[in-house]
Nanobody
Framework: QVQLVESGGGLVQPGGSLRLSCVAS????????MGWYRQAPGKQRDLVAT???????QYADSVKGRFTISRDNAKNTVYLQMNGLAPEDTAVYYC???????????WGKGTLVTVSS
């Protein structure tokens, strides 16, 4: 019943842009901290960005100034705008929802972003 569905991934050239979307269902969306994580081949899953109910954001150093996370509570959707993409951004990007530090957490199945010329 709880479901996070990502979309917007694909192949893009270096320097290009993509916008990822994640639609949540089965949860009280406005009560959750939403986030984006990514995992490159052979690497661990790392935080990209988070946004809480009040709109406060957190970014990994590697994406600051290039990526922007936002949310639309009326649409139960969180977005990740990615600009100035580089090959090292290639990864599967996962949507995450968390109800507090010790609360329940949920994951989407991921969407693949490939940055290559």
């Amino acid at each position: 019943q709880v479901q996070l569905v990502e979309s917007g991934g694909g192949l893009v050239q270096p320097g290009g842009s993509l916008r990822l979307s994640c639609v949540a269902s089965g949860i009280g969306f406005s009560m959750y901290v939403m986030g984006w994580y990514r995992q490159a081949p052979g690497k661990q899953r790392d935080l990209v960005a988070t946004i809480n109910a009040g709109g406060s954001t957190q970014y990994a150093d590697s994406v600051k100034g290039r990526f922007t996370i936002s949310r639309d509570n009326a649409k139960n959707t969180v977005y990740l705008q990615m600009n100035g993409l580089a090959p090292e951004d290639t990864a599967v990007y996962y949507c995450n929802a968390r109800r507090g530090l010790y609360g329940m957490t949920f994951w989407g199945k991921g969407t693949l972003v490939t940055v290559s010329s």
